[in-house]
């Protein structure tokens, strides 16, 4: 099993859910989340003071998805959050090595 974790922008949230519901992935954790990469933030005018905004908002997404489903699941990511812009964000893979449902105790893949 492996999860994904994808830091995408808020306005890409519904597409990306979508896109991974379309591909057959059922369970997913969504967190609002504050950050930026290399772009650093900009700069911005309120009421004639200019002012650094240094974190952006951003939304990060966590799936847990079979080892097969993987390369489907970052391709869906990635078509539904592409802008071709700075800021699209980041996606990150870990392998898990275990997954067991609370309900009943079910392990592994079935428990996703």
């Known amino acids: 099993m492996q999860k994904i974790e994808a ?3 808020p306005s890409k949230l519904d597409a990306v859910k979508d896109a991974l519901v379309e591909i057959g992935v059922e369970g997913m954790t969504i967190t609002e989340a504050r ?26 997404l966590e799936v847990v998805v079979a080892d097969e489903m993987l ?10 959050a592409r802008t071709g812009a700075i800021g699209d964000g980041k996606i990150f893979i870990s392998k898990i090595d275990e997954a067991i449902r609370i309900r009943n105790d079910e392990r592994g893949e079935i428990a996703l």
Do not use: C, N
Not at 39 to 58: I, N
Not at 74 to 80: D, E, F, P, S
């Open 71 to 80: 390369d489907k699941a970052i391709l869906a990511i990635t078509g539904a």
């Open 7 to 9: 830091v995408i922008q």
């Open 35 to 60: 950050g930026h990469g290399r772009q650093k933030g900009h700069t911005e005018f309120y009421r004639g003071r200019e002012y650094s905004v240094d974190l952006l908002p951003k939304v990060k």
